[in-house]
Protein backbone atom coordinates (compact mmCIF):
# COMPACT_ATOMS: atom_id res chain seq x y z
CA UNK A 1 0.00 0.00 0.00
CA UNK A 2 1.30 3.69 -0.95
CA UNK A 3 0.09 6.20 1.02
CA UNK A 4 -0.24 9.87 -1.44
CA UNK A 5 -0.69 13.64 0.53
CA UNK A 6 -3.13 15.36 -1.18
CA UNK A 7 -4.01 19.36 -0.98
CA UNK A 8 -6.24 19.91 1.86
CA UNK A 9 -9.83 21.67 2.02
CA UNK A 10 -8.82 23.98 4.89
CA UNK A 11 -4.97 25.45 4.12
CA UNK A 12 -4.54 25.48 7.71
CA UNK A 13 -4.53 21.70 8.12
CA UNK A 14 -1.78 19.89 6.93
CA UNK A 15 -2.34 17.63 3.72
CA UNK A 16 -4.42 14.67 4.06
CA UNK A 17 -2.99 10.98 3.65
CA UNK A 18 -4.50 8.84 1.24
CA UNK A 19 -3.77 5.14 1.22
CA UNK A 20 -3.91 3.61 -2.22
CA UNK A 21 -5.60 0.87 -0.92
CA UNK A 22 -8.84 -1.20 -3.11
CA UNK A 23 -11.77 -0.75 -1.07
CA UNK A 24 -14.87 -2.71 -0.97
CA UNK A 25 -17.98 -1.02 -3.07
CA UNK A 26 -21.19 -1.86 -2.58
CA UNK A 27 -24.80 -0.85 -3.75
CA UNK A 28 -27.26 1.45 -2.06
CA UNK A 29 -28.27 -1.72 -0.59
CA UNK A 30 -25.15 -3.25 0.44
CA UNK A 31 -24.00 -5.76 -2.10
CA UNK A 32 -21.01 -6.04 -3.39
CA UNK A 33 -20.32 -4.45 -6.60
CA UNK A 34 -16.31 -4.04 -7.34
CA UNK A 35 -13.65 -2.37 -5.92
CA UNK A 36 -12.07 1.14 -6.25
CA UNK A 37 -9.06 2.97 -4.78
CA UNK A 38 -9.54 4.51 -1.32
CA UNK A 39 -8.58 7.82 -3.53
CA UNK A 40 -11.79 7.13 -6.05
CA UNK A 41 -13.78 6.01 -3.51
CA UNK A 42 -13.89 9.50 -1.68
CA UNK A 43 -13.99 11.67 -5.19
CA UNK A 44 -17.16 9.67 -6.59
CA UNK A 45 -18.66 9.39 -2.98
CA UNK A 46 -18.98 5.41 -3.62
CA UNK A 47 -21.01 3.45 -1.11
CA UNK A 48 -18.53 1.17 1.08
CA UNK A 49 -18.02 -0.71 4.13
CA UNK A 50 -16.44 0.49 7.37
CA UNK A 51 -16.21 -1.32 10.80
CA UNK A 52 -16.87 0.76 13.92
CA UNK A 53 -15.27 -1.20 16.95
CA UNK A 54 -16.37 0.15 20.17
CA UNK A 55 -13.83 -0.22 23.04
CA UNK A 56 -15.02 -0.17 26.75
CA UNK A 57 -12.99 -0.99 29.67
CA UNK A 58 -14.09 -2.62 33.31
CA UNK A 59 -15.30 0.53 34.54
CA UNK A 60 -17.24 1.06 31.84
CA UNK A 61 -15.46 4.02 29.96
CA UNK A 62 -15.18 4.43 26.22
CA UNK A 63 -12.11 4.65 24.64
CA UNK A 64 -11.84 7.80 22.58
CA UNK A 65 -9.75 8.52 20.05
CA UNK A 66 -8.32 11.98 18.72
CA UNK A 67 -7.99 11.85 14.80
CA UNK A 68 -4.19 12.98 13.11
CA UNK A 69 -4.98 16.43 11.32
CA UNK A 70 -3.74 14.38 8.42
CA UNK A 71 -6.88 12.40 8.03
CA UNK A 72 -8.60 12.34 5.13
CA UNK A 73 -12.11 12.66 6.91
CA UNK A 74 -12.93 14.74 10.10
CA UNK A 75 -9.37 15.63 10.37
CA UNK A 76 -8.55 16.56 14.41
CA UNK A 77 -11.97 15.12 15.31
CA UNK A 78 -12.84 12.97 18.55
CA UNK A 79 -13.38 8.79 17.44
CA UNK A 80 -15.52 6.96 19.23
CA UNK A 81 -14.93 3.98 17.69
CA UNK A 82 -11.70 2.29 15.90
CA UNK A 83 -11.85 1.10 12.50
CA UNK A 84 -12.42 2.03 9.20
CA UNK A 85 -13.05 0.96 5.74
CA UNK A 86 -13.28 -2.74 4.31
CA UNK A 87 -10.91 -4.01 1.59
CA UNK A 88 -11.59 -5.16 -1.48
CA UNK A 89 -12.84 -8.88 -1.25
CA UNK A 90 -12.19 -8.58 3.20
CA UNK A 91 -14.48 -10.04 5.06
CA UNK A 92 -15.81 -7.20 7.46
CA UNK A 93 -15.03 -9.19 10.85
CA UNK A 94 -11.17 -9.27 9.45
CA UNK A 95 -11.71 -5.36 8.52
CA UNK A 96 -12.63 -4.92 12.46
CA UNK A 97 -9.85 -7.08 13.66
CA UNK A 98 -7.13 -5.86 11.53
CA UNK A 99 -8.19 -2.09 12.02
CA UNK A 100 -8.42 -2.65 15.88
CA UNK A 101 -4.71 -4.04 16.30
CA UNK A 102 -3.46 -1.61 13.83
CA UNK A 103 -4.78 1.51 15.20
CA UNK A 104 -4.72 0.63 19.03
CA UNK A 105 -2.72 -2.35 18.99
CA UNK A 106 -5.27 -4.65 20.60
CA UNK A 107 -4.95 -8.06 19.48
CA UNK A 108 -6.33 -11.82 20.58
CA UNK A 109 -9.50 -10.61 22.39
CA UNK A 110 -12.74 -11.31 21.55
CA UNK A 111 -15.25 -9.24 19.42
CA UNK A 112 -18.92 -9.29 19.59
CA UNK A 113 -21.05 -8.33 16.39
CA UNK A 114 -23.85 -5.99 17.47
CA UNK A 115 -25.29 -5.16 14.08
CA UNK A 116 -24.99 -2.53 11.66
CA UNK A 117 -26.04 0.80 10.57
CA UNK A 118 -26.25 2.94 7.46
CA UNK A 119 -24.38 6.40 6.85
CA UNK A 120 -25.13 8.92 4.24
CA UNK A 121 -23.96 12.10 5.34
CA UNK A 122 -21.16 14.80 3.99
CA UNK A 123 -20.81 12.62 0.91
CA UNK A 124 -19.76 9.60 2.62
CA UNK A 125 -22.03 6.68 1.57
CA UNK A 126 -21.15 3.89 4.81
CA UNK A 127 -22.73 0.76 5.76
CA UNK A 128 -21.39 0.23 9.15
CA UNK A 129 -20.50 -2.76 11.03
CA UNK A 130 -20.97 -2.52 14.68
CA UNK A 131 -18.45 -4.49 17.02
CA UNK A 132 -18.08 -3.98 20.95
CA UNK A 133 -14.63 -5.05 23.02
CA UNK A 134 -14.17 -4.89 26.53
CA UNK A 135 -10.16 -4.22 27.05
CA UNK A 136 -8.34 -2.85 29.74
CA UNK A 137 -4.62 -3.43 28.72
CA UNK A 138 -1.66 -0.93 27.23
CA UNK A 139 -2.91 0.83 23.89
CA UNK A 140 -0.06 1.00 20.86
CA UNK A 141 -1.43 3.69 18.52
CA UNK A 142 -1.06 4.25 15.12
CA UNK A 143 0.96 6.97 14.53
CA UNK A 144 -0.51 8.01 10.89
CA UNK A 145 -4.07 7.83 12.39
CA UNK A 146 -4.59 8.51 16.15
CA UNK A 147 -2.95 11.53 17.50
CA UNK A 148 -4.20 10.52 21.21
CA UNK A 149 -7.20 8.54 23.75
CA UNK A 150 -8.75 8.92 26.34
CA UNK A 151 -11.22 7.15 28.41
CA UNK A 152 -14.28 8.70 29.87
CA UNK A 153 -18.35 7.73 30.50
CA UNK A 154 -20.13 6.96 27.45
CA UNK A 155 -22.77 10.24 28.82
CA UNK A 156 -19.32 12.64 28.54
CA UNK A 157 -18.02 10.90 25.83
CA UNK A 158 -21.22 12.02 24.15
CA UNK A 159 -21.48 15.39 25.28
CA UNK A 160 -18.37 16.37 23.51
CA UNK A 161 -18.27 18.67 20.69
CA UNK A 162 -15.65 17.38 18.44
CA UNK A 163 -17.12 13.62 17.99
CA UNK A 164 -17.08 12.22 14.63
CA UNK A 165 -20.77 12.36 13.05
CA UNK A 166 -19.98 8.68 12.14
CA UNK A 167 -18.88 7.07 15.15
CA UNK A 168 -21.36 9.36 16.86
CA UNK A 169 -24.21 7.53 14.80
CA UNK A 170 -22.41 4.01 15.85
CA UNK A 171 -22.89 4.62 19.50
CA UNK A 172 -26.44 6.00 19.28
CA UNK A 173 -27.17 3.11 17.45
CA UNK A 174 -25.44 0.33 19.81
CA UNK A 175 -27.67 2.61 22.97
CA UNK A 176 -30.89 2.25 21.16
CA UNK A 177 -30.50 -1.52 20.29
CA UNK A 178 -29.72 -2.30 24.21
CA UNK A 179 -25.75 -3.04 23.50
CA UNK A 180 -24.86 -0.11 25.73
CA UNK A 181 -26.00 1.80 28.34
CA UNK A 182 -25.93 5.51 29.89
CA UNK A 183 -24.79 5.60 33.35
CA UNK A 184 -23.15 2.36 33.51
Same mark, same amino acid.
Given at each position: ????????????LPAP?????????????????????????????????????????????????????????????????????????? =???????? #?? +??? $???????? /?? *????????????????????????????????? =???????? #?? +??? $???????? /?? *???????????????
Open positions: MTVTAQTPLDPTLVADESIQLVDARNRPCGSASRALMRRFRFWHRATYVVVLNRRGEICVQRRTLTKEVFPGGLDLAAGGVVGAGE =AVHVAARR #EL +AEE $LGIRGVPL /RH *AGGFRYDRGGNHIFGSLYLVEYDGPLTLQAEEV =ADTFWCPL #EE +ALA $LEEITPDT /RQ *AVEELIAAGWLEMGR
